[in-house]
């Protein structure tokens, strides 16, 4: 009897029933495999290495409960209706039927990955782990440029470099920056938001080479998904200074290519003026609650805490409480992270034409 012969009818054990190999996902799955790498990239499922290879050590494994999870998602059957869509067109082409085909790129089907963020981030600190590729990934398509053989879109290109002036300026006006490094690569910035350090390259403002050796797709399959990401932290960050995202900027500055320093001012105002009056009402129609003052705290306290009543959102019942405890966070900060906020407070710099704007 052969070492590896299994009697009909008895079911597989141990790692052949556990994983099975990449082209065993995509006949299960019935996509072709960019779909499959794009389906995974979205999805966060990876290879696994098994302690026994069962096919062989040139074959790329899956879990078996990770292919299950693709299967039962509602975006695998939106990428098959775009793939028959696509399909249509290239018919209605071929045969010269310059209506049809139209009439089709109007009706082309869509999808969001607001699901999918919520899914893989159930919690705010999660996605803020998760934010160094992201950054890193952003700023370089932001600085690339478009180029349609290589499917890299004018308004992607522009999507990036908004996002990334976004983070930027609340960078800039939260004093969160902690370090920052220069080399051959570019520069490394790295900050400390919500007590989780975030570390990013970013390109420098030179022109760039595109090599034909890069895998395009598959990196652009990662930034639509990083665009989502960002754009939910950034939605999440503004609103915590009471700041309006998406930003309004000033149409002069956005025509000088000033987007940063728009961004810039319209933080600063945003946080400096009141959100809303001191009795609004909350959605439940009971009275936002008054900070009484002690006669025994100090100026100092009472005039931090009136502020937070000024500038305390309608929407949120608890909101007190939430911005006093990130007032008493703000007191209990070292030594270094005081000084690193004021290592350049009151100082200008000065900076030639030949270098970017970006700075």
């Known amino acids: 009897m052969p070492k590896h012969y299994r009697p009909p009818g008895k079911k597989k054990e141990g790692n052949a029933a556990r ?7 995509v006949k299960q799955l019935q996509v072709n ?52 869509y696509e399909r249509k067109i290239k018919k209605a082409e071929a045969k ?34 998760d934010l160094d590729d992201c950054l890193t990934m952003v700023h370089l398509f932001a600085a690339l440029p478009a180029l349609e053989r ?15 002036h976004e983070w930027q300026a609340y960078i800039s006006r939260t004093h969160k920056l902690r370090k920052v490094f220069v080399s051959v690569k570019g520069i490394y910035y790295q900050a400390e938001v919500e007590g989780q350090k975030i570390t990013w390259l970013t390109p420098h403002a030179l022109q760039q080479v595109l090599s034909e050796d890069i895998d395009f797709p598959v990196m652009l399959t990662f930034l639509e998904f990083y665009e989502t990401l960002l754009a939910f932290v ?81 929407n949120e019942p608890g909101a007190l409480m939430h911005l006093v405890e990130e007032a008493v966070d703000e007191d209990e900060e070292d030594e270094d992270t005081k000084e690193c906020k004021k290592i350049f407070a009151n100082m200008k710099f000065f900076l030639s034409r030949e270098e970017g704007n970006c700075y």
């Open 19 to 25: 994983y099975i190999t990449r082209s065993q996902a």
């Open 33 to 84: 495999l960019p779909t499959f790498r794009r389906l995974c990239i979205l999805k966060g499922v990876f290879p696994r290495e098994p302690k026994k290879k069962v096919k062989g050590n040139h074959h790329t494994y899956y879990h078996l409960k990770d292919i299950a999870f693709l299967q039962h998602d509602p975006l695998l059957e939106k990428f098959r209706e775009i793939r028959a």
């Open 96 to 129: 010269k039927n310059k209506d049809l085909a139209h009439r089709l790129l109007t009706r082309k089907p869509n999808y969001t990955l607001d699901r999918l963020i919520r899914e893989r981030y159930p919690k705010f600190v999660d996605a803020l782990r």
């Open 150 to 164: 290589e499917k890299i879109e004018v308004k992607r290109v522009h999507d990036c470099r908004r996002l990334s």
């Open 234 to 314: 950034n939605f999440k960050l503004y609103n915590s200074i009471n700041v309006k995202y998406p930003p309004l900027l000033d149409p002069k500055l956005e025509a000088l290519a000033a987007d940063l320093y728009a961004l810039s001012r319209y933080v600063q105002m945003s946080s400096r003026a009141p959100t809303v009056e001191s009795d609004a009402v909350g959605p439940s129609g009971s009275e936002q609650p008054e900070v009484k003052q002690n006669g025994k705290e100090t100026k100092e306290s009472d005039l931090r805490l009136a502020q937070l009543q000024h500038q305390l959102p309608y």
